[in-house]
């Protein structure tokens, strides 16, 4: 029984050593994980937020556009830093931001005011109180 648990140990060491091999020459990254995933803290949970809003102002390459796609953005990284104060004072112990994403399109049209679609999402730790 022992020879056949070894047999069975090598057998899939090597599945993965060649596994990785391939993916190695392929240009991809084979990650192999073992056990039942991620730990995961009890009384832990992720909240996810996300907002869309519209600045109306000039969309094409100026500096003052410029100025207005990073003012945007500056909105939604400011209410990313505000919203672990938030979940404090409502649900969370303790908090912690995981990502933040933000996306600016611009909007044409000629029925449509000039500026652009601002869309943004964040990921948060949180630990429940």
């Known amino acids: 029984m022992k020879a056949r648990s070894l047999l069975v140990s090598a057998a899939l060491g090597m599945l993965v050593m060649t596994a990785s091999a391939m993916a190695q020459s392929l240009g991809q990254r ?3 994980e073992q ?6 803290q009890e009384g832990s ?3 996810q937020t996300s907002i869309n809003f519209f600045v109306a102002g000039p ?5 003052e ?16 830093a505000r919203e672990c104060d938030l ?3 409502v649900i ?9 994403n ?6 044409l049209g000629p029925q449509q005011a000039e500026g652009f679609n601002i869309n943004g999402s964040m990921a948060f730790q949180i630990t429940l109180k």
């Open 87 to 89: 979940l404090r004072e």
């Open 30 to 32: 084979a990650i192999v």
């Open 45 to 47: 949970v992720r909240v």
């Open 65 to 80: 556009a410029q100025k207005l796609r990073e003012r945007a953005r500056r909105a939604v990284y400011e209410m990313a």
């Open 102 to 107: 933000t996306s600016i399109n611009r909007q």
């Open 59 to 63: 969309s094409g390459d100026s500096e």
């Open 35 to 40: 056990g039942g995933g991620a730990l995961r």
């Open 92 to 100: 969370a112990r303790d908090c912690r931001l995981e990502s933040v």
